[in-house]
């Protein structure tokens, strides 16, 4: 039987094609790259529960080198609380759109479902870690950015416009779903653990190069990037 099981062992190494079907988890947040002047404290912040579903192919390049590619079904959503000043926005209020510069609290909530295909190199260290470093797509089937804003006020146009103030259960919303971007593009670094014959544990991080916003959007002031992290189980076959 120690025959049989060495044969089969070194048949498995040897395939140059490898699959593998992987659940995980996301967790980041669509952020500047810094903080800017305007956001003067983070209150709160919720990740979500962000699942994926991938299936994933190898092609083995020699004894240590891999081509990755996969299709991953993906959530990336995040809920900030944060007081800013002289915040650019554009607001809703009693049907009013109104636009101008915010201080105050202003809750955050953004929230897409993606298609992702990455691309990666991988190099094996040993039968159980391989290091993965490649670039991604995605498309955003479904995409949100909103929130509300409350307990302070607004200037209308500029720091110096007339003055608008929130307080106790007054707030208004705001919306930019239309003026995020439907494609994504970006970096990943990836490390893969066979932890027993087949079962895999996958972890990730990718960072988005472009601004989630459209070039033409100027609301937002500063430019915000996805960066996420994904822990996954997989099976490989």
Request: charged content about 20%; proline content about 3%.
């Amino acid at each position: 039987s120690s025959c049989v099981v060495c044969a089969f062992a070194q048949t498995d190494s040897q395939r140059r094609w490898h699959f593998s079907v992987k659940l995980g988890d996301n967790i980041g947040a669509a952020t500047p790259l810094s903080i800017p002047v305007e956001i003067r404290e983070i209150k709160e912040f919720n990740p979500h529960f962000n699942p994926s579903a991938e299936v994933a192919a190898a092609l083995r390049l020699g004894t240590s080198w891999s081509l990755n590619m996969g299709v991953r079904v993906e959530r990336m959503s995040m809920t900030t609380c944060a007081r800013v000043k002289t915040y650019s926005t554009e607001i809703v209020r009693d049907d009013s759109h109104l636009s101008g510069v915010w201080t105050g609290d202003v809750e955050t909530r953004f929230s897409a479902a993606a298609l992702t295909v990455p691309v990666s190199v991988g190099l094996s260290l040993g039968s159980v870690t391989t290091l993965r470093a490649g670039f991604y797509g995605s498309f955003l089937m479904h995409r949100e950015f909103g929130g509300n804003v409350y307990e302070g006020y607004l200037r209308q146009g500029d720091p110096t416009g007339p003055k608008i103030v929130f307080e106790g259960d007054d707030s208004a919303s705001y919306e930019f779903n239309d003026d995020l971007r439907q494609w994504q593009w970006g970096a990943m670094l990836a490390a893969d653990f066979t932890i027993c014959h087949h079962i895999l544990l996958s972890a990730q991080l990718s960072y988005g190069f472009m601004n989630i916003f459209r070039s033409d959007f100027k609301t937002v002031s500063f430019a915000m990037h996805p960066i996420f992290g994904n822990l996954s189980v997989g099976y490989t076959f």
